[in-house]
């Protein structure tokens, strides 16, 4: 079977020498990209070419592309590039790489046409100013043939390297066995599922508890699926770094079976985690792990490579040991590798790495979504923008001065919008035209400053510059999925507000990228109701959810539901002592590690003192606002086994999921809120807004109760993490006992009822 390459990517390949040079100059847009070359094409002859298909072979190497323009008269072929500023500032490492494009298309269409000589012409596009330079060069065929060749063979020796890793990795795959003598109860099912959801390619969300081995459950079956499926990549995307390490620990574990498994591991990590120079800029004048990248690149991915586990440490020794970035190693491996560990923006953020490599390679590639619930809030967040007038103001006093006017373009459209503001809080049913102009404006008239000044711009005008475009890109993405609200608030006596398009239903973003994907395995231990994760994620119509058998037994965790007792926040003085005493004759019934959960860290406080007042023999450590890793570690640290105390903590919080605290570690768990987001002016409007889109039945649940009850399922999970655990959790508020709540719980629980003594005056 041939190896396909794309011209670029072969380009790419070959061609790439020099520095890595990512100083910020802003380029052409994608839509200005686009518009720059019809404009071109448009103005050449009835007879011209454009989007040209053409396609060669070399050795069993097929290389295949659109070559953008060919004008038969003149017997010329374009290379078109946009550009915004000086051209003289265009790389020569990228000049290079542009007529190496040139060559191979000209080669191709030589072939083709059995064409003696070619006219070759790189054509640079202002998109500013609209003009036209062009670089020509007249080649023989016989040239472009030996050009051709040399990049083939330069490449072909990898792509065979490639194609036998491939059939390796896939004999190897079909010979994988789960590395364990038997499966969990449940796991067998989760796995069976989630083979069939990669064999027939489509989605599937699964429902498993904590302690299932869903990692495992769902990593095991999508390889076993690649080598019929003929699938290029797997992409695990995580939530937060406990979920990538537990993947990188089942991965390990499947590899272990063979020595030098040929299963190419990446572990892939934000830029500043890994980057080893923080005060250096990312281009070769600066950074010397910049100086030469792509020289010393083709060594460094061949030594990574052979190593196969592409841990952050191992990427990091390889790419100092060859003196290059460590980040930028990383995302040229994602290109080679089976198997990508990493955050979800990495996919699904608008500028998404993996996407874009995806879409670039036309890559079959399969997804596993950990911890999925949390990618509702992670994908709205990906989809707002926000601009503060403090940070604006503070931008207009610092800019220079092509940018006074468009700055005070924009302030006295923000001054009229806040005159016409009749709340401090106001939704509108669309983005303010004049103000996005203004905007817009502005971006393009920084855009040619940063062009042509590129170095010397403060941070502040650079953070605007990409706060201001992804508001107007948002903007011109405006729907029924997100609110534009402005917000005012005082500070220090001044009136200062806030505009931000706000996303509440990420699904028209995501749908496309579910789309692109063979197949997609989303799993968490709470991920129902499927309605509402489907609706507002984007998943495709009748994507298959299912429930996993828990390992667990109702005799394990005893769980009881008070029901007479609110944690309203009107009744939350009344609520105070009743609590205390709870968890003070639960530790001393049975004494061990336990937490306690609250709606808010002021809830938190109010039970702790009154908890230390009555009770100050029992042991507690205490959940602060901002904790930084040592200080959240110290506190995870204190649930050691043989251990006796109470932590108290927030729910939603660092604690409330992620965190394994197996055996005697952790006991039992008090959980003193229904977890419902507050209730505030956003979260009313959110409301409205589902009613709109999902009916007026949902608006309450896909607002408040889904979201909450999620949090409290999350937190309960941390008490029992295996089959011989033994617990006790409390859910504390009568509206635990309404069968809407009930029905939300895990079906494995046997929920009882309890009662707390009260006092005459405190409400029941």
């Known amino acids: 079977m041939n190896y396909q390459v794309a011209v670029r990517a072969l380009c790419e390949f070959t061609a790439k020498v020099g520095d890595l040079d990512l100083r910020f100059t802003p380029s052409p847009t994608a839509q200005e990209g686009m518009t720059g070359h019809a404009i071109v094409v448009a103005r050449r002859g009835p007879s011209y070419y454009a989007e040209l298909p053409l396609s060669g072979d070399y050795q069993g190497l097929h290389v295949r592309g659109r070559a953008d323009g060919y004008d038969p008269d003149e017997n010329r072929l374009e290379e078109i590039k946009t550009h915004r500023g000086d051209i003289s500032r265009i790389p020569e490492n990228h000049r290079l790489l542009h007529w190496a494009q040139a060559k191979v298309y000209g080669w191709l269409l030589c072939r083709e046409r059995d064409m003696a000589e070619i006219n070759l012409a790189v054509v640079y596009f202002n998109v500013i100013t609209q003009h036209e330079t062009a670089f020509h060069l007249t080649l023989s065929a016989d040239e472009l043939r030996e050009f051709f060749e040399l990049q083939c063979s330069r490449y072909i020796h990898w792509a065979e390297y490639e194609r036998e890793h491939r059939r390796l990795r896939d004999e190897a795959l079909k010979r994988l066995r789960f590395p364990h003598a038997e499966f969990r109860s449940g796991q067998r099912q989760l796995a069976n599922t989630v083979y069939r959801a990669a064999r027939d390619g489509h989605c599937l969300m699964a429902q498993a508890t904590t302690g299932i081995g869903k990692t495992l459950g769902t990593l095991f079956p999508q390889l076993k699926a690649f080598p019929e499926q003929e699938l290029d990549r797997l992409f695990f995307l995580t939530a937060k770094t406990p979920g990538r390490r537990l993947a990188l620990d089942a991965l390990a574990t499947l590899r272990s079976q063979e020595e030098a498994m040929p299963l190419r591991v990446l572990e892939h990590v934000a830029r500043d985690k890994a980057c080893e120079h923080p005060d250096k800029a990312c281009h070769g004048d600066s950074c010397p792990l910049a100086k030469g990248f792509y020289d010393r690149l083709p060594e460094a991915r061949k030594a990574a490579l052979e190593g196969q586990w592409l841990s952050h440490e191992s990427v990091r020794k390889t790419a100092l040991a060859h003196q290059i970035c460590p980040y930028y190693l990383s995302q040229e491996l994602c290109r080679w590798s089976d198997v990508v560990v990493c955050d979800y923006n990495y996919y699904f953020d608008m500028g998404g790495l993996l996407y874009g490599l995806t879409l670039l390679n036309e890559w079959r590639i399969t997804l596993l979504v950990d911890e999925a ?243 100050p023999q029992i042991p507690v450590w205490v959940q602060s606002r901002q904790m930084d890793e040592g200080e959240r570690q110290a506190f995870l640290e204190r649930f050691c086994s043989k251990g006796r105390g109470i932590g108290f903590a927030v729910l939603g919080g660092a604690f409330g999921e992620g965190i394994d605290l197996p055996g005697d570690r952790l006991i039992g768990a008090f959980i003193a809120t229904l977890g419902l987001p507050q209730i505030n002016p956003v979260n009313e409007e959110i409301k409205q807004r589902m009613e709109i889109m999902f009916g007026s039945n949902n608006g309450y649940d896909y607002t408040y109760l889904y979201p909450g009850l999620q949090k409290v399922v999350q937190a309960a999970g941390r008490v029992i993490r295996t089959v011989k655990d033994q617990g006790v959790v409390y859910l504390i508020d009568d509206r635990f006992n309404q069968p809407a709540v009930r029905k939300l719980l895990p079906t494995w629980w046997k929920v009882q009822r309890c009662r707390l003594p009260l006092n005459n005056d405190q409400p029941s």
């Open 373 to 615: 619930h949390n990618l509702i809030e992670r994908a709205r967040s990906m989809y707002t923008a926000e601009l503060n007038q403090l940070r604006f103001e503070a931008v207009r006093r610092i800019a220079p001065s092509v940018m006074k006017a468009p700055l005070e373009r924009i302030s006295r459209h923000w001054r009229q919008l806040e005159r016409d503001q009749e709340v401090a809080y106001q939704v509108y049913p669309t983005t303010p035209d004049l103000f996005i102009m203004a905007l817009q404006k502005a971006v393009s008239t920084l855009t040619d400053h940063l062009s042509e000044q590129p170095a010397g711009n403060a941070t502040e005008l650079l953070h605007f510059y990409l706060d201001a475009m992804l508001f107007c890109r948002l903007a011109e993405a405006f729907g029924p999925h997100s609110l534009f609200d402005i917000s005012r608030d005082d500070n220090n006596g001044q009136s200062v507000s806030n505009l931000c398009i706000r996303n509440i239903v990420p699904a028209p973003f995501l749908a496309p990228r579910f789309a692109d994907a063979h197949s997609c395995t989303l799993f968490s231990a709470t991920l129902s109701p499927a309605h509402f994760y489907a609706d507002l994620l984007g998943l495709p119509e009748e994507t298959p959810w299912i429930d996993v058998e828990s390992p667990f037994s109702a005799e394990q965790l005893h769980v009881q539901a008070v029901s007479n007792l609110s944690t309203r926040y009107a009744h939350r003085d009344f609520s105070l002592d009743p609590i205390a005493a709870l968890m003070a004759r639960q530790f001393a019934e049975r004494p061990g590690n336990y937490l306690a959960f609250f709606s808010s860290y002021a809830y938190l406080q109010s039970v702790l003192d009154a908890f230390r007042a009555s009770h």
